[in-house]
Nanobody, 117 residues
Framework: VQLQASGGGLVQPGGSLRLSCAASGFAFRNYYMSWHRQAPGKQRELVATITLGRNTNYADSVKGRFSVSRDNVVNTVFLQMNSLKFEDTAVYYC????????????WGQGTLVTVSS
């Protein structure tokens, strides 16, 4: 089982990034997917979720700026991040769980997003 996150990098405030998380080794289409982030010195927080039916939810801090999507053909979940702010700087992780609102079964390794001028 593997969740391979990619797409992080250095971006200026107001810029955009698109994160990807490629899944393998499990039935991706049957899993609820989510993105989380952890900023330096802070706890990990939930950023966005997407259900099997592609319903989405977002943390208040990213609503209107971030968009989560999934492609069950290539077993990948995406996070489009627009209008990035300094406070979006964090390591971003993807996660998968088989049961809605249940424990997370799998975690990716994280990709670093740095918003800086």
């Amino acid at each position: 089982v593997q969740l391979q996150a990619s797409g992080g990098g250095l971006v200026q405030p107001g810029g955009s990034l698109r994160l990807s998380c490629a899944a393998s080794g499990f039935a991706f289409r049957n899993y609820y997917m989510s993105w989380h982030r952890q900023a330096p010195g802070k706890q990990r927080e939930l950023v966005a979720t997407i259900t099997l039916g592609r319903n989405t939810n977002y943390a208040d801090s990213v609503k209107g700026r971030f968009s989560v999507s999934r492609d069950n053909v290539v077993n990948t979940v995406f996070l489009q991040m627009n209008s990035l702010k300094f406070e979006d700087t964090a390591v971003y992780y993807c996660a998968a769980r088989r049961i809605h609102y249940g424990p997370y079964d799998y975690w990716g390794q994280g990709t670093l997003v740095t918003v800086s001028s």
